[in-house]
């Protein structure tokens, strides 16, 4: 669990960093920033703060030593002394601007933060930000003057949107602390690697989210697999809101309570263990029958779900559930030389 709501601001370096490939250079600051406005500070709690609304962690990594990671390096001193806070959040710009060299990489402000109160899972922690803004929108501003409204405009960030960041918890120092990843990658994809694996050299922990997400893609996976065996679209959306509501009704998984509630079938169990054996041989992943659900990680892998039987005719069938199985039926017209469903229920709503 993460809570913010009591978090205090400690100190703020904010910079500017361009792409090196352009030669766009670097604007560092020679003092931390001074945010003397309560409403200002309550905007960047804000910008900075909500797009952290999911448990997906990473840790650095290294391929040899984790000590040689730039920006865990950099982390290290802030935690050991926030007052090194300026220096290493140049230092952190630097390297962001030795890792923008891909053409299109945008510029933007970096600001490096450094937190207190923190609560993770129960405990109380320092946290460092790192976010980058990139993209501007444009704004009209209304003023009235001499009676009239005058309509100009300006040009800034939009603080519903931060394209890149990341918070690092300090915690778990030795394993690569814990930290929350922002990357809405531009438009193009060009700058899809270089935030996550060239700036941060980040990866996800494998915990418990990761896990639970990674078995909710294995019975997509598997419902690709066999679609040619199902009765069409239903039997996979069907199967995949029984396994959805499975994970969401179970604190913990285990591989054969879950294939007797969801699979039921002795043939279709068999073959799923073995897609499943495959997929761990694929991927590395999955090697634990049993773990404990990660009920976040389930309500995000559901809004990537549309429970939806999309028609050529221009119809959609929703199926809200895996108990609307009793209530639909597939069939086919020889006349029409059509496919067609037949619903059936009691009233409208």
């Not at 778990?172 to 899809?192: C, F, I, P, S, T």
Request: proline share 1%.
């Amino acid at each position: 669990m993460i809570n913010f709501s009591q978090v205090l601001f400690k100190g703020l370096g904010v910079h500017r960093v361009g792409n090196k490939h352009r030669d766009e250079g670097i604007l560092l600051a020679d003092h931390l920033y001074t945010i003397n406005d309560d409403k200002l500070q309550g905007i960047l709690f804000d910008y900075f703060f909500t797009p952290f609304n999911n448990d997906e962690f990473y840790a650095f990594r290294h391929d040899t030593d984790l000590s040689l990671n730039e920006i865990y390096r950099y982390a290290q001193a802030i935690f050991a002394d926030k007052n090194s806070l300026l220096d290493q959040s140049s230092n952190i710009a630097k390297h962001l601007y030795g890792q923008s060299t891909h053409p299109k990489v945008s510029g933007g402000e970096l600001y490096v933060a450094y937190f207190t109160d923190c609560l993770l899972d129960d405990e109380i922690v320092e946290a460092i930000g790192i976010f980058k803004s990139e993209s501007k929108d444009t704004y009209l501003k209304p003023m009235e003057r001499n009676n009239e409204l005058i309509i100009s405009y300006e040009v800034g960030i939009n603080v519903k949107k931060l394209d890149k960041g990341c918070l690092i918890f300090n915690t778990l120092e030795q394993e690569g602390y814990r930290m929350l990843v922002v990357d809405k990658q531009n438009r193009g994809g060009g700058d899809a690697q270089y935030w996550l694996d060239n700036f941060l050299c980040a990866e996800r922990v494998h915990d418990r989210a990761f896990v639970t997400q990674n078995y909710i893609e294995l019975c997509r996976a598997f419902c690709d697999d066999i679609s040619e065996t199902l009765e069409g679209k239903k039997e996979e959306v069907l199967f995949m809101n029984k396994a959805l509501n499975y994970f969401s009704g179970h604190k913990s998984f285990d591989l054969d309570e879950f294939a007797d509630e969801v699979i039921e079938d002795g043939s279709r169990i068999v073959e799923f263990k073995k897609f499943k054996e495959q997929f761990e041989e694929e991927t590395g992943l999955l090697n634990d029958d049993s773990f404990k659900i990660s009920p976040s990680a389930v309500r995000q892998m559901k809004r990537k779900f549309k429970n939806l039987i999309r028609l050529d005719s221009g119809i959609d069938i929703k199926l809200s559930g895996s108990d609307a199985e009793p209530f639909i039926r597939r069939g086919y017209d020889e006349d029409r030389k059509l496919n067609y469903y037949t619903i059936y229920f009691e009233n409208e709503e």
